[in-house]
Structure formats: C-alpha cells, structure tokens
C-alpha cells in the first residue's frame, strides 16, 4: 500500500472542501487509482503539490479525471 486510509482521507476533505469536487478512491491488486470529476488545472495543480509533499507522484490520464499515484524513485 502506498497510501494509508488517513492520507486518502485527507485528500478528499482537502479537495471537497477547497474545490467542491468528489475525489473516488480504488485500491485494488493493479495498485491504488482515483477519480475526479470535471479536475482543473488548478486542482490538478494542487494534487501533483500534494502528493509530492509526500514524496510521490502523479500519473493523470489523457482526459485528466483518473490518476494513479507512485513513490517517487
């Protein structure tokens, strides 16, 4: 697991809350992926800042509503 339950929780308070937008969470055997809907760049801004705090990175894809995280190598 790369991200505890905590810091997925945090990142959905954090992004509702300055962005009134939904993050969805998957954790699954191919590793752990989001969802947003309709993500700005602002807020894609803020997501790639967030998890480098943390020593990962972001992955979005080509329409920018999925992403998948990775510790930085």
């Given at each position: 697991m790369i991200l505890s339950?905590?810091?997925?929780?945090?990142?959905?308070?954090?992004?509702?809350?300055?962005f009134s937008a939904e993050v969805h969470f998957c954790d699954s055997?191919?590793?752990q992926?989001?969802?947003?809907?309709?993500?700005?760049?602002?807020?894609?801004?803020f997501l790639t800042a967030f998890f480098a705090a943390k020593n990962m990175q972001i992955v979005f894809s080509e329409d920018g509503e999925h992403f998948m995280v990775k510790r930085k190598s």
């Open positions: 339950l905590s810091d997925v929780a945090e990142i959905k308070k954090e992004v509702a809350e300055r055997c191919a590793g992926s989001f969802t947003v809907e309709s993500p700005t760049e602002e807020l894609k801004r």
